[in-house]
């Protein structure tokens, strides 16, 4: 009877344990898509809200954004994402914390120079007041 009981127990405690987990990530992954939204949109408003004061944002050619930086690039126009394309996403939670991977394949305009991009993600994601805000994100070139 008590080995029912244990296992009953430890079922319980891991079915509550992986939701909690699987909200948090759906949670993580409703963020990454307002996020490519807000860019495609160039929504000063959604991505002030959704980067942290401290972002600290790498492109793939060695350059890094601060919050403001990036923000009025993307809203200038000298950073126009026309599409936004995310594949093979995988997201990780540990508290507070999320990391996220993707590859991001977009369109781009920039200063009116269409080009295509691709591009392998690492973001990171901080939870804070009850939202997750994107603390850092550095790109690479995919060949």
Same mark, same amino acid.
């Given at each position: 009877?008590?080995? =029912? @009981?244990?296992?009953? %127990? $430890?079922? !319980?405690?891991?079915s509550?344990i992986t /939701?909690?987990?699987? #909200?948090?990530? #759906?949670? *993580? ?7 490519? #939204?807000?860019? =495609? ?9 959704l ?6 944002? &790498?492109?793939s050619?060695g350059h890094?954004? +601060?919050?403001?930086?990036? @923000?009025?690039?993307i809203?200038? &126009?000298?950073? +126009?994402? @026309?599409?936004?394309d $995310?594949?093979?996403? !995988?997201?990780? *939670?540990?508290?507070k !914390?999320?990391?996220?991977?993707? =590859?991001l #394949?977009?369109? !781009? /305009? ?6 295509? @991009?691709? $591009?392998r *993600?690492? %973001? =990171?994601?901080q939870?804070?007041?009850g939202h997750?805000k994107?603390l ?5 070139k995919?060949?």
């Amino acid at each position: 009877m008590k080995k =029912i @009981v244990f296992s009953l %127990l $430890l079922i !319980t405690i891991t079915s509550v344990i992986t /939701n909690a987990q699987s #909200k948090q990530e #759906k949670a *993580v992954m409703d963020a990454v898509e307002q996020l490519r #939204k807000g860019m =495609i949109d160039a929504d000063k408003a959604i991505l002030e809200k959704l980067v942290t004061d401290k972002l600290s944002y &790498g492109h793939s050619g060695g350059h890094i954004d +601060d919050k403001k930086e990036f @923000v009025e690039k993307i809203v200038s &126009g000298k950073s +126009d994402f @026309v599409s936004i394309d $995310l594949s093979e996403q !995988t997201i990780s *939670v540990s508290g507070k !914390t999320a990391i996220v991977r993707h =590859i991001l #394949k977009a369109k !781009t /305009n920039d200063g009116g120079k269409p080009a295509d @991009v691709q $591009l392998r *993600v690492l %973001l =990171i994601w901080q939870k804070q007041g009850g939202h997750w805000k994107l603390l850092a994100r550095q790109a690479v070139k995919l060949a």
